[in-house]
């Protein structure tokens, strides 16, 4: 038997999983209880990835000496990925190639609006190293980063993959459970818009914000004279004009965003919380650095110490250090609604996942709290600190492997497992390399568009889908070791919240969620539920039982 298999049977052996549980201790009318067994949902929303780069050559890893080796088990099903003809003879001025396990952080690519679909060139797949080459600022030379250059001074980055060999425990879990190859960005774009479409499964609907990455005739957020972002004494404009968001920019409501007038955006129109609100089914999001210090700041910084302990470097010491909070990256932020301006704790364990004046939003350490209490939500979204959230520049596969293994670990050792799914899912791609042309299911056709159509189909700057990113659901009702080739997006993730618990209601009548596919084919609600699978968070193999 496969050391996997083996290390697989063993960890069922020793982890006594629940039987599923209807419902979860609540107040009043709020209550966990979906239509699928799934009472439970857990959503991962990692940083800049696409499909390829993750998964490109799944099963197959390079296995060399002094990484941790991967070797699928038989039956392992193919995925659309690198063939032979792409690796070698690639239209585009490099082919792929594999970036190794020390070779890590690669350089921010940079993967806008414009220039992902300029990569694509209307099909020929052929223009990624044209397209993403790294720009100034503090995301792209961090020290000791992987940038590659040719000798003609072409940047290439955005052609390299990992495999197994890195992104070990991501292959380990798509053997026990499932995977998609064909889930999609919603549109093209950067990462708030793919937080957006998470929640609100639209980004139409802006009140107001900066033309850099807002489409439309709308008026700044604020007028810059001082006034900190998040007062509570901030309102949006009540203009009757609303714009789309297509890149990053920080919300409104939010007093860790960035004090200039040009960065903030605040949206307009419901969102899945308050769906969820509505329909008393608890909810929250989970931010790593959302807490502030003693002054009010979001303060707390890493290194990227995978990297470093591969230098020989104390990560204590590093002097090269990112910022745990990110604003742009928090999507309830942008909703006044939603938002929790001062970042204010919940009141008590027994109110996460409620209303209070944490208004459903977190700091990331409240969710293991909440999981070790049996407090935990119904619908749980999770953010790691940038320096494990997956990000070029300020992240690496080695140290979001931590913190997905860790988390995954102490789900799957709590007394919610049986009732339990989690999704892992990317915001963008970050401008790597993927082969597949997306189809195009949203039309826009404005100066930013590349032969996208028309916007006949709603408001502008909407082109997509955009690039294929990877999605992994971990769960004891997943298909076994199962790729789904089901058409799906981004939104497919509020479409299923919105199945299990709200029967099936939509945003709004124009909201991505009303075309979105549905991810139930990852799913088999009727055999016995899978095992768990336990993994070592350094290396992403199974781990080794006392």
Not at 326 to 347: G, I, M, R, V
């Amino acid at each position: 038997m496969h050391r996997g298999a083996a290390a697989a049977v063993l960890l069922a052996a020793a982890i006594a999983l629940p039987a599923p549980r209807s419902r979860q201790a609540s107040a009043g009318k709020e209550t966990s209880a979906g239509v699928t067994p799934v009472q439970h949902l857990v959503v991962i929303f990692q940083e800049n990835e696409s499909f390829d780069h993750y998964f490109g050559t799944y099963p197959l890893a390079a296995n060399p000496p002094g990484e941790p080796a991967f070797n699928a088990v038989p039956g392992t099903p193919a995925v659309n990925g690198l063939g032979p003809a792409l690796l070698i003879q690639n239209a585009n001025l490099h082919a792929p190639f594999r970036v190794g396990r020390l070779d890590q952080p690669s350089c921010f690519e940079n993967g806008g609006y414009v220039a992902e679909q300029q990569a694509y060139d209307r099909g020929l797949v052929d223009k990624f190293v044209e397209q993403f080459k790294y720009t100034s600022g503090p995301l792209v030379r961090t020290p000791r980063a992987f940038c590659p250059e040719d000798a003609g001074g072409n940047r290439y980055g955005a052609m390299g993959y990992v495999d197994g060999n890195s992104v070990t425990g991501l292959w380990n879990y798509t053997q026990q459970f499932a995977m998609s190859d064909n889930f999609y960005g919603t549109t093209f774009g950067p990462s708030t818009p793919g937080a957006i479409h998470l929640v609100a499964a639209d980004t139409a609907g802006v009140l107001c914000g900066p033309s850099t990455t807002v489409y439309g005739n709308v008026p700044a957020c604020w007028p810059g004279d001082g006034t900190p972002a998040g007062s509570a004494t901030i309102s949006a404009p009540s203009s009757s004009e609303r714009g789309t968001l297509y890149g990053d920019s920080d919300p409104l409501w939010d007093i860790c965003s960035k004090q200039d007038a040009s960065t903030l955006t605040a949206m307009a129109g419901p969102n899945i919380g308050n769906l969820l609100n509505a329909a008393g089914v608890t909810w929250g999001w989970f931010q790593g650095g959302f807490a502030v210090d003693a002054d009010g700041r979001c303060a707390s910084a890493h290194a990227v110490e995978a990297l470093d302990r591969a230098a020989g470097i104390d990560p204590a010491s590093d002097t090269a250090r990112t910022q745990d909070y990110d604003a742009h990256h928090e999507a309830f932020q942008y909703f006044a609604s939603t938002a929790n301006p001062q970042h204010l704790p919940p009141l008590s364990m027994a109110m996460v996942g409620r209303t209070d004046q944490a208004n459903h939003q977190y700091d990331l350490s409240e969710f293991g709290r909440a999981l070790e209490s049996g407090t935990l939500p119904a619908v749980s979204f999770l953010k790691a600190a940038q320096y494990q959230d997956g990000h070029a520049g300020h992240s690496d596969p080695l140290d979001e492997q931590q913190f997905l293994v860790q988390t995954l670990n102490e789900i799957q050792s709590s007394p919610i497992w049986g009732s339990t799914a989690v999704f892992i899912a990317w915001d963008d791609s970050n401008g790597y390399y993927d082969h597949v042309m997306p189809p195009l299911v949203n039309r826009s056709n404005t100066p930013l568009d590349d032969s996208c159509g028309d916007s006949s189909n709603g408001p502008p700057i909407r082109c997509g889908y955009g690039p294929r990113l990877p999605l992994i659901v971990v769960s004891p009702f997943a298909k076994r070791n199962y790729v789904s080739h089901t058409l799906t997006d981004q939104v497919s993730i509020a479409r299923f919240i919105e199945d299990n618990w709200l029967g099936g209601r939509r945003l709004t009548d124009v909201s991505f969620d009303n075309i979105a596919g549905s991810l139930v084919d990852l799913f088999d609600f009727s055999s016995p539920a899978a095992p768990g699978l336990i993994l070592d968070p350094v290396s992403g193999e199974p781990a080794t039982l006392p």
